[in-house]
T-cell receptor, first 115, second 111 residues
Framework: DGGITQSPKYLFRKEGQNVTLSCEQN?????MYWYRQDPGQGLRLIYY???????QKGDIAEGYSVSREKKESFPLTVTSAQKNPTAFYLC??????????????FGPGTRLTVT | GQNIDQPTEMTATEGAIVQINCTYQ??????LFWYQQHAGEAPTFLSY????GLEEKGRFSSFLSRSKGYSYLLLKELQMKDSASYLC????????????FGDGTTLTVKP
């Protein structure tokens, strides 16, 4: 079954701890994205990657870090520098970054709660 | 940059037709997407427009006017399961597949 997986579905952490959210896809997509969604709001882009070993900051990258060592994997680390990390985090992928009407395919999301 | 506006909430009756509008301002345009998102779940793709006009897909249609910076999603024969948030997303021309999302329109379908 092709798709995007995120784990875990729910994650709880204490303030001051770094936490890494997993995102894996077996769709052979080049581009991958991380979004944050707060209640009643749309998706805000944190980081995106067009190709292995390359990634760019999105609109709200401060306090987050990513890596893209493999095509299938794009983990997101929420660091202690992120002021308000409690949110719903969504990972997405699309076939090509630059051309064509390629929609994004989303994982099921991870709901992170930091207390 | 990009700015996207959608109504926050809409209510409609089962079996009716509803139109959800989206207006956008962008420095470069390379397509507009509509996604459906049920509460607590991931968004799923509904439709894509890059040229002016209407795209029809079963009960769902989407319209685009690039000159007016305007799109709408039309849902026909509404069903209770259509209660969800509908997200409008605009892709810029030069930023490699990156899309900017509106805040979404929460549609409630009543019996």
């Amino acid at each position: 079954d092709g798709g995007i997986t995120q784990s875990p579905k729910y994650l709880f952490r204490k303030e001051g701890q770094n936490v890494t959210l997993s995102c894996e896809q077996n769709l052979n997509h080049d581009a991958m994205y991380w979004y944050r969604q707060d209640p009643g709001q749309g998706l805000r882009l944190i980081y995106y990657s067009q190709i292995v070993n390359d990634f760019q900051k999105g609109d709200i990258a401060e306090g987050y870090s990513v890596s893209r060592e493999k095509k299938e994997s794009f983990p997101l680390t929420v660091t202690s520098a992120q002021k308000n990390p409690t949110a719903f985090y969504l990972c997405a992928s699309s076939p090509e970054a630059r051309s064509g009407p390629h929609e994004q395919y989303f994982g099921p999301g991870t709901r992170l709660t930091v207390t | 940059g990009q700015n996207i506006d959608q109504p926050t909430e809409m209510t409609a009756t089962e079996g009716a037709i509803v139109q959800i509008n989206c207006t956008y301002q962008t420095s470069g345009f390379n397509g507009l997407f509509w996604y459906q998102q049920h509460a607590g779940e991931a968004p799923t793709f509904l439709s894509y427009n890059v040229l002016d006009g209407l795209e029809e897909k079963g009960r769902f249609s989407s319209f685009l006017s690039r000159s007016k910076g305007y799109s709408y999603l039309l849902l026909k024969e509404l069903q209770m399961k259509d209660s969800a948030s509908y997200l409008c997303a605009v892709r810029g021309f030069s930023n490699a597949g990156k899309s900017t999302f509106g805040d979404g329109t929460t549609l409630t379908v009543k019996p």
